[in-house]
C-alpha cells in the first residue's frame, strides 16, 4: 500500500507553534538527495487521515513538495504528539529513493488457535508482534503471516523459523522466540510423569538404614 501527501516548505524563522493555530503540522524529511534535512509542514486534517491508514516506518508515502519541486517516495519513522494531550506535534519522513534496502516494522499475524491452548487449556505468550526487516523499498510486506494451529504446549517459533517473503530478511537475532504456548497455570504431573516416577522409586537401592533392618 502507498500514499501520497502534499508539503510545503516551511521556514526556519516560523515558529511552530504559530503554524499548528493555524491548522498546519510541523514535519521534515531527511535523506533526500544527500542533504541533511528539508522542514516541511502540512494540514493537520491530511495527516490525521494519513495516520490512519499507514503505519510507521512500514508504508511507503510519497511526499510532494511543489516549490521545491520535490516528489519522492519515504518512510514515515517517527509520530510526536502532545505530552499530555494526545494531539498530534511533528511528524518525521525518511527519504528512501536511491536506498538499495531499508529497514521497516512489519507487524506479525498469527493465523490458528495452538492444540496446546484449545485441547489442552495452555496459553499463548506472543513475545514479538511485530518484527524489524531489511528489504527493498519496493518490496515491504504489509505483514508476516505465521500459522500457529499445530503447536502444543512447549512448542515454540524463533525468528529464523519464520517463512518471509523472497529478499525479505530479518534484521535482528534469529533465535529470539516470536511465540510459544505455555502449559496453564498450577498444571498437576502428566500420568505418564506419574508412572515414570513411581518406576525410577521401585528401582532405586533400600537406605541403609534400611538394609541394616
Request: aromatic fraction near 4%; charge should be negative.
Amino acid at each position: 500500500m502507498e500514499f501520497t501527501i502534499e508539503c510545503e516548505p516551511r521556514q526556519s524563522g516560523v515558529n511552530p507553534r504559530k503554524l499548528r493555530r493555524m491548522g498546519k503540522l510541523p514535519a521534515v524529511l531527511y535523506g533526500h538527495e544527500g542533504t541533511e534535512s528539508v522542514s516541511l509542514s502540512l494540514p493537520l486534517a491530511i495527516a490525521e487521515r494519513m495516520l490512519t491508514a499507514v503505519e510507521v516506518n512500514n508504508t511507503l508515502i510519497t511526499v510532494k513538495v511543489p516549490e521545491l519541486s520535490l516528489d519522492c517516495q519515504s518512510l514515515l519513522r517517527d509520530v510526536q504528539t502532545h505530552p499530555w494531550k494526545s494531539s498530534l506535534y511533528h511528524l518525521s519522513f525518511f527519504a528512501i529513493a536511491g536506498q538499495d534496502s531499508v529497514t521497516v516494522t512489519v507487524p506479525l499475524n498469527f493465523v490458528g488457535e495452538p492444540i496446546g491452548v484449545k485441547q489442552d487449556n495452555g496459553s499463548l505468550d506472543l513475545v514479538l508482534t511485530s518484527l524489524e526487516l531489511q528489504c527493498e523499498p519496493q518490496s515491504i510486506p504489509e505483514s508476516i503471516d505465521i500459522d500457529i494451529s499445530g503447536f502444543n504446549i512447549g512448542d515454540a517459533i524463533h525468528v529464523n523459523e519464520l517463512s518471509l517473503p523472497k529478499g525479505v530478511t530479518s534484521a535482528g537475532e534469529g533465535n529470539r522466540v516470536v511465540a510459544s504456548v505455555l502449559a496453564p497455570a498450577g498444571a498437576t504431573v502428566t500420568d505418564d510423569e506419574t508412572e515414570e516416577g513411581s518406576e525410577e522409586a521401585a528401582g532405586e537401592p533400600a537406605s541403609d538404614e534400611a538394609s541394616a533392618e
